[in-house]
C-alpha cells in the first residue's frame, strides 16, 4: 500500500458509494465534485463500496441508453480532480483492478479512509 | 437554552419527502438547532430532495406536510431555501423562469433556484454541513 499524499491544504472529501446506473448518485456525485473545483476547493475522491463498480472501463452503457460515467470520470482531472482513490478492500471484494483503468485512482486502505476523512474540512457521500 | 457555542449549520436534502425520512429529521435538526441558539446558514435541496420544494406536494391528512413545514421554518427563521437547478429541473420542479408556462411553476419562494456552486460557496464559509 502506497503512503497518503501530504495533503497540506483544506479539501473536501466527496464519496461515491454506488454502481454506476441503478441510481443517479454516481453521476450527481460527479457533479457535485465538479461544482466544488469550480469554485477552487480542493477535492479528494474517493470510490467507496459498490463505487468501485464505476471503475470498470469495459462499461456499455449505451445498451441502456446511458452516457458511460466512466469517460466522465476520465475527465477528471482536466477538471482539476486529482486526488482520486479506491478503496482497497471494495478493489478486492468485487474483483477489480485498477490496472488497466486510464486515468490514476490510487489504492487506499479503510484505515487511510477514515485518515483523510477525519482531515477533510467537510465530507460528502453519495 | 444550553450553554453551547454557537454553530452555523448547512444542511443537504437528498431525499424526496415521503420516500424516505431524511426531510422529517432536516425538519427536527432545523428547529432542534435553532432553539439551541445554533444558526441554518440554508437548506440545499440536491438529488430527490428537491422534490421537498414542489408546491404541488398533495400529501394526505394524516402525513405530516413537509412542503408547509418547509415555507414556515423559512419564513420565521430568515433561512435560505436552495434548490439545485439542474436536479429540480430534470424532476419537473420548476420556477417561473423555466417552467413552459407560468401557470406551471411550482418552485416558488421561500424555495430558491441556485447552482451547486452556491452550495459549495456556503461551505466554504465555515459551515458545518449536515448531509441528510
Known amino acids: 500500500m502506497s503512503d497518503l499524499p501530504v495533503l497540506q491544504n483544506p ?9 454506476p446506473y ?21 477535492v479528494v475522491y474517493i470510490f467507496v463500496g459498490d463505487g468501485v463498480y464505476q471503475l470498470l472501463k469495459a462499461q456499455q452503457s449505451t445498451l441502456i441508453s446511458h452516457k458511460s460515467i466512466y469517460k466522465k470520470l476520465s475527465a477528471l482531472p482536466m ?7 479506491a478503496q482497497t478492500s471494495a478493489l478486492t471484494t468485487h ?32 | 437554552m444550553t450553554n453551547t457555542i454557537p454553530t452555523r449549520f448547512t444542511l443537504m436534502v437528498t431525499k424526496s419527502p415521503f420516500d424516505a425520512r431524511n426531510a422529517h429529521s432536516a425538519l427536527s435538526f432545523c428547529a432542534a438547532a435553532i432553539e439551541q441558539g445554533h444558526s441554518i446558514t440554508q437548506v440545499f435541496f440536491y438529488q430527490k430532495g428537491v422534490h421537498n420544494a414542489s408546491s404541488l406536494l398533495q400529501p394526505n391528512a394524516d402525513e405530516l406536510d413537509v412542503y408547509s413545514k418547509w415555507c414556515d421554518l423559512a419564513k420565521k427563521h ?28 411550482n418552485l416558488v419562494w421561500p424555495f430558491t433556484q441556485v447552482g451547486l456552486t452556491a452550495y459549495f460557496e456556503t461551505l466554504n464559509d465555515n459551515s458545518v454541513n449536515i448531509q441528510l
Open chain 1, 11 to 19: 479539501y473536501i472529501v466527496i464519496q461515491t458509494t454506488q454502481a
Open chain 1, 22 to 42: 441503478s441510481t443517479s448518485d454516481a453521476t450527481d456525485c460527479l457533479e457535485a465534485a465538479l461544482a466544488a473545483t469550480n469554485i477552487g476547493m480542493q
Open chain 1, 79 to 85: 477538471f482539476d480532480v486529482e486526488l482520486i482513490f
Open chain 1, 95 to 126: 474483483h477489480i483492478s485498477l490496472n488497466d483503468i486510464s486515468f490514476a485512482v490510487s489504492p487506499i486502505s479503510d484505515a487511510q479512509l477514515v485518515q483523510i476523512c477525519a482531515k477533510a474540512t467537510q465530507v460528502l457521500v453519495f
Open chain 2, 78 to 105: 430568515a433561512i435560505n431555501l436552495n434548490v439545485c437547478v439542474t436536479a429540480a429541473s430534470r424532476r419537473g420542479v420548476v420556477d417561473v423562469l423555466l417552467a413552459p408556462k407560468p401557470i406551471y411553476a
